[in-house]
């Protein structure tokens, strides 16, 4: 069984630039959510993908949006970056929406710096 | 508005002792509560949860509290081992169909040998 991968690692961008970020899914998963981790902070949510429609959206810009495929990976897209911008992009993959397990199975993140 | 709250930024504990996160809460509309566990390059890994109905919930070394009258729960690790030295983050969510978890901004523990 795949975990939830993230590419790539690293990422150097500078202002105004756009970004795409990609995530593949645990094997069996069909949601995705995306979370900044900004230095300092806990994750905070920027949206969530079911069957390749967006389920919920956190307090972002629309600067921020994404994709999930069929075979539900996903992407998330950044335009026209700002500082602040700069932090660890996690994905996270879990199998549904509803129930008592709301355990979500986290990738390893991407790490944006903007300069 | 920071919904979910960890005030201490860091912990440190004997190895073999108990080690006891705390972790409060502003939204009385959060359902579930969570405890994450981030080691450095990796991900946060799901340790333990709690639902709202109940107050305690336990997964052998693991203990979660829920007071809610208080908008307040602890995780305890007993006995604390050399591998429990991580970030530690608590979460929470409200609404089933949405998946969306609030975090706290998390505890870093480090467990002396």
């Known amino acids: 069984e795949t975990g939830v991968t993230q590419s790539p690692t690293h990422l150097i961008k500078t202002r105004g630039q756009q970004v795409t970020l990609r995530c593949s899914s645990q094997?069996?998963?069909?949601?995705v959510s995306w979370y900044q981790q900004a230095l300092g902070q806990g994750p905070q949510f920027i949206f969530q993908y079911y069957r390749e429609e967006e389920n919920g959206r956190g307090n972002f810009p629309p600067r921020f949006s994404g994709l999930q495929f069929p075979n539900y990976s996903s992407e998330l897209n950044v335009n026209a970056l700002e500082l602040d911008d700069s932090a660890l992009y996690l994905c996270?993959?879990?199998?549904?929406?509803?129930?008592?397990?709301?355990?979500?199975?986290f990738g390893p993140g991407t790490r944006l710096t903007v300069l | 508005d920071q919904q979910v709250k960890q005030n201490s930024p860091s912990l440190s504990v004997q190895e073999g002792r108990i080690s006891i996160l705390n972790c409060d809460y502003t939204?009385?509309?959060?359902?579930?509560f969570l405890w994450y566990k981030k080691y450095p390059a990796e991900g946060p890994t799901f340790l333990i949860s709690i639902s709202s109905i109940k107050d305690k919930n336990e997964d052998g070394r693991f203990t979660v509290f829920l007071n809610k009258s208080a908008k307040h729960l602890s995780l305890h690790i007993v006995p604390s081992q050399p591998g429990d030295s991580a970030v530690y983050f608590c979460?929470?969510?409200?609404?089933?169909?949405?998946?969306?978890?609030?975090f706290g901004t998390g505890t870093r523990l480090t467990i002396i040998p």
């Open positions: 094997s069996g998963h069909n949601t």
């Open positions: 979460a929470a969510h409200r609404n089933f169909g949405n998946e969306k978890l609030t």
């Open positions: 996270a993959s879990s199998f549904g929406l509803a129930g008592p397990n709301h355990e979500q199975f």
């Open positions: 939204n009385s509309m959060f359902d579930y």
